[in-house]
Nanobody, 113 residues
Framework: QVQLVESGGGSVQPGGSLRLSCTAS????????MAWYRQAPGKERVFIAR???????RYADSVKGRFTISRDSAKNTVYLQMNNLKPEDTANYHC???????WGKGTLVTVSS
């Protein structure tokens, strides 16, 4: 059974930073690409970033230069470092096994002054 558990969300002021974590179990973590998506209130879930099993990252234009995705296969964990946060980054952030229908429940990020 695949499980993805996100953590690290919270409330921050604009310009602040957060680091999200997602720990996976039930999969051979090093085999798969991993991704982050987010869903703002009343909107569809959208792609934010992904990292290949070899560590190559890709980003949505909306977060390029501000967010960094990384992975630690020894810990079965993927991270999302978020800097210079903006109010429009407010959303529930979900971890995903890229290309598969495996999702975490999400961690809420609120950016507000």
């Amino acid at each position: 059974q695949v499980q993805l558990v996100e953590s690290g969300g919270g409330s921050v002021q604009p310009g602040g930073s957060l680091r999200l974590s997602c720990t996976a179990s039930g999969i051979s973590f090093s085999t798969y690409g991993m991704a982050w998506y987010r869903q703002a209130p009343g909107k569809e879930r959208v792609f934010i970033a992904r990292v290949s099993n070899g560590g190559s990252p890709r980003y949505a234009d909306s977060v390029k230069g501000r967010f960094t995705i990384s992975r630690d296969s020894a810990k079965n964990t993927v991270y999302l470092q978020m800097n210079n946060l903006k109010p429009e980054d407010t959303a529930n952030y979900h971890c995903n096994v890229y290309g598969f229908n495996y999702w975490g429940k999400g961690t809420l990020v609120t950016v507000s002054s």
